[in-house]
T-cell receptor, first 112, second 113 residues
Framework: DTAVSQTPKYLVTQMGNDKSIKCEQN?????MYWYKQDSKKFLKIMFS???????INETVPNRFSPKSPDKAHLNLHINSLELGDSAVYFC???????????FGPGTRLTVT | AQTVTQSQPEMSVQEAETVTLSCTYD???????LFWYKQPPSRQMILVIR??????QNATENRFSVNFQKAAKSFSLKISDSQLGDAAMYFC??????????FGEGTQLTVNP
């Protein structure tokens, strides 16, 4: 059983398009995250949700909008994609802020 | 900004040998958690080991152990009896208040047969 799953794993799209990445966790965790890994492999948090409520928005452009329909899902919608959005996006979950974070397989987004 | 620093962009080790990856961090908190994650070419992020700052005893997981020096804000990872499957990018991370992980820049480990 996959603990944290993301779809799609690869996404290639043109500038200006709108796209979504879906994330689901079956661990019963209360907290979910989105992290971005850039071309230099640097990982940085984008958003954190606890029980469907946003608790961290780390100076991410408004074009990025997370949505948590329930505790097990945290989706990421990106409007008006730009070249600089090309990266690997990781979803993760943890029981609380101090527990181990379990990561999904990542979504490699390429904007052309 | 509270940071995590990995000063070794690349390291290499011979199979069966021991290697130590360095990590230093900045924090004003007294109670926090530290982690090492491994990212193989599959890009999956895999937890290697976790250390709770209030525990003086260094964490150990099979061939992986840490040297946690709280006063020096140092958290190095030692891999004993290195195996080919240990080849990966290793990230040090610190749990930050407000429910997030702050990562270092990563160390690319090569294991030579």
């Amino acid at each position: 059983d996959t603990a944290v799953s993301q779809t799609p794993k690869y996404l290639v799209t043109q500038m200006g398009n709108d796209k979504s990445i879906k994330c689901e966790q079956n661990l019963g965790h209360d907290t979910m995250y989105w992290y971005k890994q850039d071309s230099k492999k640097f990982l940085k948090i984008m958003f954190s949700y606890n029980n469907k409520e946003l608790i961290i928005n780390e100076t991410v452009p408004n074009r990025f909008s997370p949505k948590s329909p329930d505790k097990a899902h945290l989706n990421l919608h990106i409007n008006s994609l730009e070249l600089g959005d090309s990266a690997v996006y990781f979803c993760a979950s943890s029981q609380d802020s101090r527990s181990v974070a379990y990561f999904g397989p990542g979504t490699r987004l390429t904007v052309t | 900004a509270q940071t995590v620093t990995q000063s070794q962009p690349e390291m290499s080790v011979q199979e069966a040998e021991t290697v130590t990856l360095s990590c230093t961090y900045d924090t004003s908190e007294s109670d926090y958690y530290l982690f090492w994650y491994k990212q193989p070419p599959s890009r999956q992020m895999i937890l290697v080991i976790r250390q709770e700052a209030y525990k003086q005893q260094n964490a150990t997981e099979n061939r992986f152990s840490v040297n946690f020096q709280k006063a020096a804000k140092s958290f190095s990872l030692k891999i004993s009896d290195s195996q080919l499957g240990d080849a990966a990018m290793y990230f040090c991370a610190r749990e930050t208040s407000g429910s997030r992980l702050t990562f270092g820049e990563g160390t690319q480990l090569t294991v030579n047969p």
